[in-house]
């Protein structure tokens, strides 16, 4: 173990796994971090201070909360018969959900899923991914996917791009297909 690397003059923690013959380095900042983080939760356990109704957007990672987010806009707009508009925060929700669930399940990183899309459209490289990974897990998934996607993105191409409105069998439409991709990645991959 080491605390102090004189050649970078950072702290940190060094594990060397002779197993492996791999060598972890851990800044000590944010192994105290957590450590602190760890018994913060503990004791707000123990005291009955937690509440485990809390909303998780805060700390979640951004695009699966701006997923939610959209989902809340889009009902928010039906309610007002705002249809038009609703339909891109739906087809946005299921967009930003597939590329959350493509980073942090898929190992496809945000990253990645940007220098991957260069030249092509960003959406369709995502959709295109996502569905091939849902057809590993099952030919099912990928058709349930893929059905609803394009449900949404011709709703989306209508709303946004052509000089027609959205009626409201359509804006509810296109919130169920959002919802259907948003449930089946969630059952497969967040749910584990």
């Not at 923690?13 to 000590?28: A, D, E, G, P, S």
């Not at 508009?85 to 930003?96: G, L, T």
């Amino acid at each position: 173990m080491n605390f102090y690397n004189p050649a970078t003059g950072k702290r940190s923690l060094t594990f060397w796994n002779h197993r492996f013959n791999v060598k972890y380095t851990v800044k000590i900042e944010s192994f105290l971090l957590l450590n602190n983080l760890c018994c913060i939760f503990v004791l707000q356990i123990l005291f009955g201070l937690f509440d485990f109704n809390f909303r998780l957007s805060p700390i979640m990672p951004n695009l699966k909360a701006k997923s939610e987010e959209n989902i809340h806009a889009a009902n928010l707009l039906i309610d007002k018969s705002l249809f038009t508009a609703s339909v891109h925060c739906s087809y946005y929700a299921a967009f930003q959900m597939s590329k959350y669930v493509l980073a942090n399940f898929c190992d496809v990183g945000y990253k990645e899923q940007d220098n991957n899309s260069k030249g092509q459209g960003s959406h369709q490289y995502v959709s295109t991914v996502m569905s091939n990974n849902l057809e590993k897990k099952n030919r099912f998934y990928m058709i349930d996917y893929n059905r609803h996607y394009k449900t949404i993105k011709y709703l989306r191409n209508k709303a946004d791009y052509s000089t027609d409105f959205i009626d409201k069998e359509e804006a509810k439409e296109a919130l169920e297909s959002s919802n259907g991709i948003i449930r089946l990645l969630i059952s497969k991959y967040c749910e584990l």
